[in-house]
């Protein structure tokens, strides 16, 4: 799985977007982009992934550089409920498990 | 119900003991996996499983053993527990289907404490 970067820690108001940073350089062309979010100490919960294109679920929208080299979750309307560790993760959709790293630490501030 | 649910959620157990944790699934998935979670840190792979006849190490398997006793049903054991896995433990599932990425998902978690 491809190495990822990301902020430790990032600040966001009520009600406005969270955008979420991820470098992935050596992304290789088989890996989809992954990201989920750990609320606490529950379970982490997927939030959204793509490979080339921009996604948008209920829940977030991903844009990824044209190079694939980067991308940003983009939460549109932050509350205080997605205060969470948000993991972005490489995966080539071996069996071998995802690679987690430290994340970023969204908080939200009402 | 939940999708994967672990048992016990919270544990403490005496240096030494056998202690067996539990997971269960309704996602229908192949894949199974334990993970480890220390204070402050991302998730380490223990074991993950392909299917009821496979079994692999994962990242840190040393002091665990695992048992596949259905597609349904992945136990994580630590054969004489020690004061350095306390740890928050987590069961995931995912599909083998590389068409159906649709993630893994977790279960709640089991809370273990080593006295």
């Known amino acids: 799985d491809a190495k990822t970067t990301q902020p430790p820690s990032m600040d966001c108001a009520e009600g406005r977007a969270a955008n979420l940073p991820c470098n992935h350089s050596t992304i290789s062309g088989n890996e989809y982009v992954y990201w989920y979010r750990q609320i606490h100490s529950q379970g982490p919960q997927y939030i959204i992934h793509?490979?080339?294109n921009n996604e948008t679920n209920e829940m977030a929208s991903l844009i990824i550089t044209e190079d694939r080299k980067s991308s940003t979750l983009i939460l549109p309307h932050a509350t205080l409920r997605d205060t969470a560790v948000y993991y972005c993760?490489?995966?080539?959709?071996?069996?071998?498990?995802?690679?987690f790293g430290k994340g970023t630490h969204l908080i939200i501030q009402p | 119900d939940a999708d994967v649910t672990q048992t016990p959620r919270n544990r403490i157990t005496k240096t030494g003991k056998r202690i067996m944790l539990e997971c269960s699934q309704t996602k229908g998935h192949d894949r199974m996996y334990w993970y480890r979670q220390d204070p402050g840190l991302g998730l380490r792979l223990i074991y993950y499983?392909?299917?009821?006849?496979?079994?692999n190490k994962g990242e840190i398997s040393d002091g665990y053993s695992v048992s596949r006793q259905a597609q349904a049903k992945f136990s994580l054991s630590l054969e004489s527990a020690i004061p350095n896995q306390t740890a928050l433990y987590f069961c995931?599932?995912?599909?083998?289907?590389?068409?159906?990425?649709?993630?893994?998902?977790f279960g709640s978690g089991t809370r273990l404490t080593v006295v």
């Open positions: 793509g490979l080339k």
């Open positions: 993760i490489g995966d080539g959709g071996g069996a071998d498990g995802l690679t």
């Open positions: 499983s392909f299917d009821v006849k496979d079994i």
């Open positions: 995931a599932t995912s599909d083998r289907d590389p068409d159906e990425r649709g993630g893994y998902t």
